[in-house]
């Protein structure tokens, strides 16, 4: 059953892919409305396969790699799709559907072992932790998506060579500005994720110098980076190129990360 | 009428010169006289006219092609008072199909000097407007404009045919909103007063730009332009320390050497916390040291570089328009079949009209030879006359009904006609 709608899921993003992608070049309508159709068939298989483990495991999907991967796509998915309706960000899909697939499909290859987890106080912090960090993860992509788009839309600006790519994508005002406001919300989520991780640190091992440092320090520099982007802009005029570099630097440790931590 | 014979007759800006073209122009008011009068021809059923600057069409559905076309020939030559012999070359004629996938051409802008442009379906719309108001169109001409029109939409959705600007005004307007996305809430500085700057100024103020500096190096024309522009003057030593305000610059003086320097630029951008600015320099000498292009969030085109981006336009338009030509193949052979549908009515009650004839005429002779007869006898061999007629004729008519909803409905409707004899 879970290998069926995991397929399901997998499949539908793969599709939706490839739609948007087919729709970025060729702008043929009907892609697009298949590409939405396969994303909303794929994020039903999801939130059911998401359902399923939590019923298997009997706790929400943050607990081994293969749930947290589970999770952070699913919510890539559903602050895509609150982006869309808000923005209207044309071909942010032919971006963040490609990102979500990999995941997912990446997480295919984990282990699904569950692993059982006994109920106490540090429990709801680290529950606390992990959805605090993957919203502000889920934030995250969605700035990486802007970014490679600010970046592929400046160079053909700069560089006067308007391709394809010039028409079908939006302006550098709007990407930038995404990237600003999905930053603005995710990077306090991650602060409080960040924090509260490290309550559960301290209420799990009462002391914070047993933290392992080899999983905290990349961390620590995916908040520096965001850091920097986010009070860059509020008080030095960071913006444009160097705010989407900074965004796509910040996911990349994000990537390394959660690498580390598998 | 087994065909629709619908014909075509026109001149354009590619087969006719613009002394010619502009003599044959139908303006307003004569347009409606000239339909009228071709809806007095008994060869002619419907008729439009269609006259632009760069065309003049006249759309008609005829009882006989050859003979159609060659009406509406003579009409326009003796219209415009134009010697027929004169104008043969330079007229196009096209017929059933080919003027089907004429109009559409015409309407979708494939068949217009700058292709993709917008006006020309509003024009087709306004001729057909016309036309119908004086019913001089009917069923056919109604239905292949109102599908030109669905056509043409199809074809500026589907198609990048118009999405590019092919000019430099509307490739500069173009980029600016690539940068900024929606132009009201910025700004446009003019250094210089040139034509094409003016123009250029005009075009972004159409798309929203509302606050507008002007600087010049005589002050009175930067009064001037700014009271037409509705901003506001700059003297020309005012222009660098207002530079950080402005989102948009369009240079266009007569400078023999850079007037706007980088490190000016990079103060104005200091000043704005990285806000971009898009420079436009339309001034040959060139007026913006080229460098400026390599300072972050600042955009800088020439005359040279925004030439360069209308001709990769073009090329580009050129391209969609294939694609375009392949929405409009598949769309005449939709319009075809609805016409041999619908032709299959006039082809029924000719036949039975056919049969009819010939039974009145078998009936006069016979009673003619038996005027014995009673009335009522008279009227029963009238009554069974009719119903072997009607009984003969009807499966036919009921298979050819049919039939004309199918790909291969023309050729029934060939056949029936050449097997009755229906088109002498």
New interface residues.
């Given amino acids: 059953m879970g290998k069926i709608v995991f397929n399901t899921a997998i499949i539908g993003y793969l599709g939706a892919s490839v739609g948007y992608f087919i729709y970025l070049v060729y702008r043929r309508p009907l892609v697009s409305t298949f590409a939405a159709g396969a994303v909303g068939v794929a994020l039903f298989a999801h939130t059911v396969l998401i359902g399923l483990r939590s019923m298997e495991t009997g706790h929400g999907p943050y607990t081994t790699p293969f749930e947290v991967g589970l999770f952070l796509a699913w919510l890539i998915v559903v602050v895509f799709f609150v982006t869309e309706w808000k923005y209207h960000i044309k071909d942010l899909g032919s971006f963040v559907i490609p990102l979500v697939f990999v995941i997912l499909l990446f997480s295919g290859f984990l282990s699904q072992e569950v692993t059982l987890v006994e109920k106490s106080e540090s429990q709801f912090w680290l529950t606390l932790h992990r959805t605090l960090s993957a919203l502000g993860y889920a934030a995250f992509s969605i700035a990486f998506a802007a970014g490679i788009m600010y970046l592929i839309q400046e160079h053909q600006v700069k560089s006067k060579k308007l391709g394809i790519m010039y028409f079908r994508m939006p302006s550098l005002e709007v990407l930038d500005d995404l990237n600003f406001k999905v930053i603005t919300i995710g990077f306090p989520l991650f602060t409080l994720g960040f924090l509260t991780g490290a309550i559960w640190n301290v209420k799990m091992q009462q002391g914070l110098l047993h933290w392992d440092l080899l999983k905290t320090w990349p961390l620590v520099i995916v908040w520096v980076v965001y850091g920097l982007v986010f009070f860059g802009r509020l008080f030095a005029g960071l913006r444009g190129k160097k705010a989407a570099q900074g965004a796509i630097l910040g996911f990349v440790a994000v990537i390394s990360t959660y690498f580390l931590h598998v | 009428m087994a065909e629709p014979n619908l014909v075509m007759v026109g001149v354009n800006h590619r087969t006719t010169p613009v002394e010619i073209r502009e003599r044959l122009a139908f303006t307003r008011g004569k347009i409606e006289s000239s339909l009228e009068k071709l809806v007095g021809y008994p060869e002619i059923v419907e008729n439009l006219i269609l006259s632009t600057c760069n065309r003049v069409e006249i759309y008609a559905r005829v009882s006989n092609c050859d003979a159609g076309i060659n009406l509406l020939k003579q009409f326009v030559s003796e219209y415009h008072n134009l010697p027929l012999s004169e104008l043969n070359k330079f007229f196009y004629c096209y017929r059933d199909e080919q003027a089907v996938e004429h109009l559409f051409r015409v309407s979708s802008s494939l068949d217009s000097m700058v292709l993709g442009e917008a006006q020309i379906l509003g024009q087709v719309k306004d001729a057909y407007s016309t036309a119908r108001a004086l019913r001089s169109t009917g069923m056919v001409l109604n239905q292949l404009f109102e599908k030109a029109f669905s056509v043409a939409k199809r074809v500026r959705?589907?198609t990048?045919i118009a999405?590019?600007g092919v000019s430099i005004s509307s490739a500069a307007v173009e980029?600016a909103?690539?940068?900024?996305?929606?132009l009201e809430n910025h700004s446009v500085m003019l250094v210089g007063t040139g034509e094409m700057a003016e123009l250029a100024a005009k075009h972004l103020i159409s798309y929203g730009v509302k606050t507008v500096y002007v600087a010049s190096r005589t002050y009175e024309r930067a009064v001037k332009l700014a009271t037409d522009l509705n901003g506001c003057a700059l003297g020309f030593d005012q222009f660098e320390e207002e530079l950080h305000r402005a989102d948009i610059v369009i240079t266009s003086t007569a400078a023999p050497t850079f007037i706007i320097k980088q490190a000016m630029v990079e103060r104005a951008i200091q000043q704005?916390?990285?806000?971009?600015i898009f420079f436009i320099d339309i001034a040959v000498p060139r007026d913006i040291e080229p460098g400026v292009?390599d300072l972050?969030?600042v955009?800088l085109?020439d005359i040279d570089?925004l030439e360069?981006?209308v001709n990769?336009n073009i090329k580009e338009r050129e391209k969609e328009a294939e694609s375009a030509m392949e929405i409009i193949t598949s769309e005449v052979k939709k319009f075809n079949n609805w016409v041999v549908a619908l032709d299959a009515v006039p082809t029924i009650v000719e036949m039975r009209n056919r049969a009819e004839n010939i039974r009145r005429r078998e009936m006069e002779k016979t009673l003619r030879k038996m005027p014995h007869l009673s009335r009522e006898d008279q009227s029963a061999i009238e009554r069974m006359t009719s119903t072997i007629i009607n009984k003969i004729l009807h499966k036919p008519t009921v298979n050819l009904k049919k039939q004309t909803q199918s790909q291969e409905g023309h050729v029934y409707l060939k056949a029936i006609r050449h097997l009755f004899h229906l088109d002498d």
Wanted: no cysteine; aromatic share 12%; charged share 50%.
């Fill in positions: 959705e589907e990048g999405e590019r980029l909103r690539k940068i900024f996305e929606d704005r916390k990285n806000k971009p292009n972050e969030n955009y085109y570089d360069g981006v990769a």
